[in-house]
């Protein structure tokens, strides 16, 4: 094996940032995190909660609200709008005598 090549190896572990468990691995990155792990995963816990650690659900409600607001103001606008009653062409070539 060849001196002075290899990244250096850390015997740090893998943090889950939202339960707080560590895992004793080794590896060429230090200091790794994750989001959510085995042991707080709704998926292998059986609970049924969300985990919103980015703001995903806000953001999601946020742009829901958003188009739905968009929507009612649309549909205030088409029944504002009074439809233009259709001009029978007969009554527009003869005149009301048509009938």
């Given at each position: 094996m060849k001196q002075g090549i290899h990244?250096?190896?850390h015997m740090e572990g893998i943090?889950?940032?939202?339960c707080g468990t560590n895992?004793?691995?080794?590896?060429?990155?230090?200091?790794?995190?994750v989001e959510i792990c085995a042991?707080?995963?709704p998926f292998y816990t059986g609970e049924?909660?969300?985990v919103d650690t980015a703001g995903q659900v806000d953001r999601f409600m946020r742009r829901l609200s958003v188009a739905q607001q968009r929507q009612a103001t649309l549909e205030k606008r088409r029944e504002s709008r009074q439809p233009e009653p259709k001009?029978?062409?007969?009554k527009e070539i003869y005149g009301d005598d048509a009938e």
């Open positions: 990244p250096k190896y943090v889950c940032t939202t895992w004793q691995i080794g590896s060429t990155r230090p200091g790794m995190r042991n707080c995963h049924q909660r969300i001009k029978s062409l007969l």
